[in-house]
DNA sequence: TTAAAATTTGTTATAATATAACACTATGTA
DNA sequence: TACATAGTGTTATATTATAACAAATTTTAA
């Protein structure tokens, strides 16, 4: 049974929820929606997410306590996220531009830090918001 | 006496903790250090972290909800942060570096976004520790 | 095939992070 | 002065996340 697509039950109903969502969703927002498939407690939603973050089913918005499945290829396992964030209506879209992340990829900092992994967060107004 | 350097009391003691560590304090870290003096409960603490961070005296690193004081000219009020981020010894440096804070300053997102502010956060081994 | 290893699950309790709400004091401005 | 703005102190509570343990499932490889 987990064989199909390499995701347990639980992590494949959290997925689902997730992937579906238009905007970001949190842990507690995920607990509430899955307890009628019998997920019931904070650490099954909290392994799900952990998992799914480190196959780079999801990402995590640090600035927001929140996840986002991936629309990117998962993106290199996670390696080079980056994402816009409406400071007015919350909306969060995952940039992909391969410019940018071969930018970042390449960047080293100057005392002697190799970076393995980055994630960039830009904030703004989106264009839906600036109508208003 | 709050006029010779525009921070009230509890900010000036709260910014001179973390201005002095050299890693990064969380909140009840350092609410646990001012005890002593007078500052007894969370929402002082939040609300100097919060109009700290306000002004670009200090900085949020999100992925590890610690706070670091700004090593850069207050980065133009927090618009534009980069860390680099040790994943052994959970050292945080900030990055200054004007070639990159131009190339994402100029970065729109094609969807019609324009940006005002972003936080980037690299992760890597410092090279401390990839000599032990 | 079958026993050991690794992963996933279920569960209870608790830790860590952050804010709401209210009464009050200090400071800056007119 | 007197008004507005910002900061303080306090209690309670909300939100986010993990520890710890027992059991079940799946994978591996002898
Ligand atoms: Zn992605
Ligand atoms: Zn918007
Ligand atoms: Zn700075
Ligand atoms: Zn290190």
Redesign the interface.
């Known amino acids: 049974m987990y064989k199909e697509n390499n995701l347990s039950k639980n992590q494949q109903i959290i997925f689902d929820l997730i992937n579906k969502s238009s905007e970001p969703l949190k842990a507690y927002t995920i607990l509430f929606s899955v307890q009628k498939k019998g997920i019931k407690a904070p650490p099954q939603v909290y392994r799900a997410l952990d998992k799914l973050v480190e196959t780079g089913k999801i990402h995590k918005i640090?600035?927001k306590n929140a996840f986002v499945a991936c629309r990117n290829s998962n993106c290199e396992i996670s390696k080079a996220t980056a994402f816009?964030i409406?400071?007015s209506c919350e909306m969060v879209?995952e940039?992909s531009?391969t410019k940018?992340s071969k930018?970042?990829s390449g960047?080293n900092?100057?005392?002697?830090?190799?970076?393995?992994?980055?994630?960039?967060?830009?904030?703004?107004?989106?264009?839906k918001c600036?109508k208003d």
């Open positions: 640090e600035s816009s409406c400071e879209d940039i531009d940018l930018y970042l960047f900092h100057k005392k002697g830090m190799k970076f393995k992994r980055f994630n960039l967060e830009f904030f703004g107004i989106c264009k600036k």
